[in-house]
């Protein structure tokens, strides 16, 4: 391994893990690009099966300190965990058997509409104190499930943590606060990120030596990352349509160089 491609990696872990503390999501979105194009690893399937595990390793750093600061909602995070794994193990199979060219130009056309829906999206009334119990689950689970079982899917194919999935959809179902989903988030980022690894690790597909480097990345990524988000929470939204705008325009690049 050269000395580009060792820091390449280094930049790209540590990218991934700053943008996963400030924003609890997105970091996974841009792992199969920066895998791709920045440490130019030679199969997209190589690419996803690598950036899975790297991302849920990250994911696990940064809920590590959303977990000390109370801000994950375990019982509606485990339920949408189980549903997603169930979407993840279906979709990594899925995406193992499309063309890696195909895989990318498919990719790109997703972040831009994960782009747009960021832009485009509404305000919504805040529950603070929502929980999962007894007396919720007949309005929380039928809302949890599919869209965790969705995400699932999409975050298998893709071979992404889905954290810029995850964020908006718990907010939808369950209508909690946006640094609660922020937190939970992280639960099933590393959930989804850890079954689409196991799948594509079993096909050969994961390079072990750049998981490593990517994760010594993301650690040094996320404590910055949460630090900046927590002085940042008034500016939030500008943060949000900057990264935003960010995923459109690679989506069009990953787009555009796959066709």
């Not at 950036?51 to 375990?74: D, E, M």
């Not at 990719?107 to 782009?115: D, E, P, T, W």
């Not at 946006?178 to 992280?186: C, D, E, F, K, Q």
Request: glycine fraction near 16%.
């Amino acid at each position: 391994m050269t000395l580009a491609t060792l820091a390449a990696a280094l930049l790209s872990g540590g990218l991934i893990g700053l943008i996963l503390g400030l924003v609890g999501g997105g970091g996974s979105i841009l792992a199969l690009p920066l895998l791709v194009y920045g440490v130019q690893i030679g199969s997209t399937h190589a690419a996803i099966g690598t950036a899975a595990v790297a991302v849920a390793a990250n994911a696990l750093v940064g809920l590590a300190g959303h977990a000390r600061a109370g801000t994950v909602k375990w019982p509606c995070a485990g339920v949408f965990a189980l549903a997603g794994i169930a979407g993840a193990a279906l979709g990594a199979e899925a995406g193992k058997a499309v063309d890696g060219t195909r895989l990318l130009t498919l990719f790109g056309l997703l972040m831009i509409a994960v782009g747009l829906a960021m832009l485009l999206k509404r305000g919504r009334t805040e529950r603070p104190d929502v929980r999962l119990s007894a007396e919720t689950a007949r309005h929380l689970l039928p809302r949890l499930v599919p869209a965790g079982f969705g995400v699932g899917l999409a975050a298998g194919f893709f071979g992404i943590g889905g954290g810029f999935l995850i964020v908006p959809a718990l907010i939808a179902a369950t209508g909690m606060p946006a640094r609660h989903a922020i937190g939970t988030s992280l639960v099933v980022v590393a959930a989804l990120g850890l079954t689409t690894a196991a799948s594509y690790a079993f096909s050969g597909y994961v390079d072990w030596t750049l998981v490593a480097l990517l994760t010594l990345g993301g650690i040094a990524g996320a404590a910055p990352g949460i630090l900046l988000g927590r002085r940042l929470a008034a500016r939030k939204g500008l943060l949000e349509r900057l990264f935003a705008g960010i995923v459109i325009l690679v989506g069009i690049y990953v787009a555009l160089r796959a066709f």
